[in-house]
């Protein structure tokens, strides 16, 4: 099992920067592949990014340039650095893990946090 939990989501004004992070417990964190997936009211759900344990990093479209995807195996936390936040980034932003290999499907994570609000103002 691995527990996640996310901080770091509020209100932002279009333009500004938002770093989430999530804090992984349970099983040894180093080996799951991390992502980040968000989801605004009446959408699916998003693959946003993820990151491997060695560090390769994947994005969606919609955010490449803007977003950056890290991870501190020793203290096992994942961040999201967000800049140049649009309005449309306005979503419930969840941290997943999974053990199998890279995947931009929700369907292949295994463990979800609760996640958190960010809200970007025009």
């Known amino acids: 099992q691995v527990q996640l939990v996310e901080s770091g989501g509020g209100l932002v004004q279009a333009g500004d920067s938002l770093r989430l992070s999530c804090a992984a417990s349970?099983?040894?964190?180093?080996?799951?592949?991390m992502g980040w997936f968000r989801q605004a009211p009446g959408k699916e759900r998003e693959f946003v990014a993820a990151?491997?344990?060695?560090?390769?990093?994947f994005y969606g479209d919609s955010v490449k340039g803007r977003f950056t995807i890290s991870r501190d195996n020793a203290k096992n936390t994942v961040h999201l650095q967000m800049s140049s936040l649009k309005p449309e980034d306005t979503a419930v932003y969840y941290c997943?893990?999974?053990?199998?290999?890279?995947?931009?499907?929700?369907?292949?994570?295994?463990?979800w946090g609760q996640g958190t609000q960010v809200t970007v103002s025009s």
């Open positions: 990151i491997t344990w060695i560090g390769s990093t």
């Open positions: 997943a893990a999974t053990h199998r290999g890279y995947s931009a499907r929700s369907y292949s994570y295994d463990y």
């Open positions: 349970g099983r040894t964190f180093s080996s799951n592949i």
